[in-house]
């Protein structure tokens, strides 16, 4: 069995107020299964699929995956198996913006170092033509559909050829038609890559395109027919209030009446004397805080600042390698682009600062770049797209190919970012390194495609993600 939960709960319980998410759940999936899962809105689906995939640990159950009782390992072998095993769909875009479709999905391998750059990139660009998006690879989320986005995501799910795909509403956000060929797509890769696909859908008609369908009512996971008959109605549980100072103060009324009987007049006095002491106390305490509140203001509009200028620097302003062609005589000529991608006022980027090495050994050895032009500008003003050029002297004799013949190269960009032309203290520095496969001069393409398979010829260079 490749998956088998048994007696799974969940509560939450913040100290106010307990819900019981997931009441009572049983769950079985062969290898390769489909099982669908349907239910109203806050029936316990995604708390359900998150105990499954290892991420919210059960308050009582058990889960197996093959055979292992996951929330029996170690954190370590946790994040293991939860990386390695288990590919997730979620609800919502969970993209990162500021990486290209074909990043976004060979980062999973990446991050683990399970597998090579190069096959992780290969099987990114297999799973992407799979989805239909072999032309979007270089394109960042924000410039793709939502579909074209779930695609993606879908594509990420499998880039470590998991044996479990949980899909959490994957198309909640979609058109029918959309919703529909995202579904049938999941299916089909399901039924090539043979993982078990558990999915979370509100639509029955796609629901029932599985093997098995279940409902979740109310906390309980009841097979579909079953589903109809009526469920206890579960409350959040309002737990007993804990006793506060307050009430405290409120039980010991009648102390204090007895005390009230007692000195009533020396009572009124002392009011007084308190009285005029917390008005002197008041303002002293008023002033302090305003003085307080101003600086915290100070301190937060710098923040507030910085934080906008982080953005800017970071989020805002895009650059990478956008072109290169050969020159001849192990010469190339490289365009890199700096985009300003809400162009709403010029960004100003400072002596950018472009170096260029190539890796010998585990060495950088450093190759000469001549700005050409534009780049050679010590100030340049960003408002769309800018592209600024470099002639590449690259004559080593021999390199570190970590794609057969190919030169594995790396630019190293120093800019200072600003949104002012004149700024004083409003300046981000920023280092970006792009990476890059590129093919000597030396080296004919039949020789290179003996040992590497293109669908064409060899590319004069190959797109790395950061490294
Ligand atoms: N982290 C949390 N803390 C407290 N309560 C939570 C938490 N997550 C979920 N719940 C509660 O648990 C119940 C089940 O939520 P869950 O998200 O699993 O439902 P769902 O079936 O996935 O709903 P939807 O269809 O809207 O996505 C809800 O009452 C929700 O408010
Ligand atoms: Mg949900």
């Known amino acids: ?6 007696g799974l709960r969940k509560s939450y319980d913040d100290g106010e107020r307990r819900v019981d998410a997931v009441l009572g759940a049983d769950l079985n999936a062969e290898a390769g299964a489909f099982v669908s899962i349907v239910g109203r809105s806050g029936s316990g689906k995604s708390t ?12 009582g159950g058990e889960i197996f995956i093959a055979g292992e009782n996951i929330w029996a390992l170690s954190e370590r072998a946790l994040s293991d198996l939860h990386r390695r095993r288990i590919g997730f769909v979620f609800q919502f875009e969970s993209l990162l913006p500021n990486l290209r479709a074909i990043d976004n999905v060979a980062l999973p391998a990446l991050l683990g170092a399970d597998m090579r750059p190069e096959a992780a990139y290969t099987r990114a660009l297999d799973l992407l033509t799979r989805v239909g998006l072999s032309d979007r690879l270089s394109a960042f989320p924000g410039q793709m559909s939502g579909g074209e986005q779930r695609r993606v995501a879908i594509a990420r799910a499998l880039i470590n050829r998991p044996r479990l795909v949980l899909a959490d509403e994957p198309t909640s956000d979609l058109d029918e038609e959309t919703e529909e060929e995202i579904i049938a797509l999941l299916e089909a890769l399901r039924k090539d890559e043979g993982f078990a696909l558990l999915l979370v859908t509100h639509n029955r008609e796609l629901a029932a395109l599985a093997d098995c369908t279940l409902e979740m009512r109310q906390g309980l996971l009841l097979p579909v027919d079953a589903a109809a008959a009526p469920v206890r109605p579960v409350r959040p549980v309002i737990l007993p209030a804990p006793v506060t100072p307050e009430a405290a ?32 106390f008041g303002v002293a305490f008023l002033a302090n805080e305003a003085v307080a509140r101003y600086q915290q203001c100070q301190v937060e509009a710098q923040r507030a600042r910085l934080d906008a200028l982080e953005e800017l620097a970071t989020s805002t302003l895009r650059s990478d390698i956008a072109e290169i062609t050969r020159l001849g005589n192990h ?14 006022a010029p960004i100003y980027v ?20 001549m700005p050409v032009a534009e780049a ?81 010829s060899p590319p004069l260079w190959i797109w790395m993600p950061p490294h």
């Open 1 to 6: 069995m490749m998956l088998r939960a048994v």
């Open 350 to 369: 400072m002596s950018p600062n472009v170096q260029a090495f190539v890796q010998v050994g585990s060495n950088w050895q450093e190759a000469p770049l």
């Open 48 to 59: 359900l699929l998150a105990m499954v995939g290892a991420l919210t640990r059960p308050s």
């Open 376 to 456: 050679t500008a010590s100030v340049l003003i960003v408002t769309g797209r800018l592209l600024y050029k470099f002639v590449l002297d690259i004559n080593v004799e021999k390199f570190t190919e970590l794609l057969p013949h190919y030169m594995h190269v790396r630019f190293s960009n120093n800019m200072l970012v600003s949104p002012e032309s004149a700024p004083k203290d409003e300046l981000f520095q920023r280092n970006d390194n792009y990476f890059i496969y590129l093919k000597p001069d030396n080296v004919d393409d039949a020789t290179i495609l003996q040992d590497v398979r293109f669908p064409g």
């Open 331 to 344: 010469r190339y000529q490289v365009t890199i682009y700096l985009e300003n991608t809400k162009a709403e």
């Open 249 to 280: 103060v409120v039980a010991d009324a009648e102390g204090v009446e007895a005390l009230r009987r007692l000195g009533g007049h020396l009572w009124a006095t002392f009011g007084r004397l308190a009285a005029v002491a917390a008005v002197v």
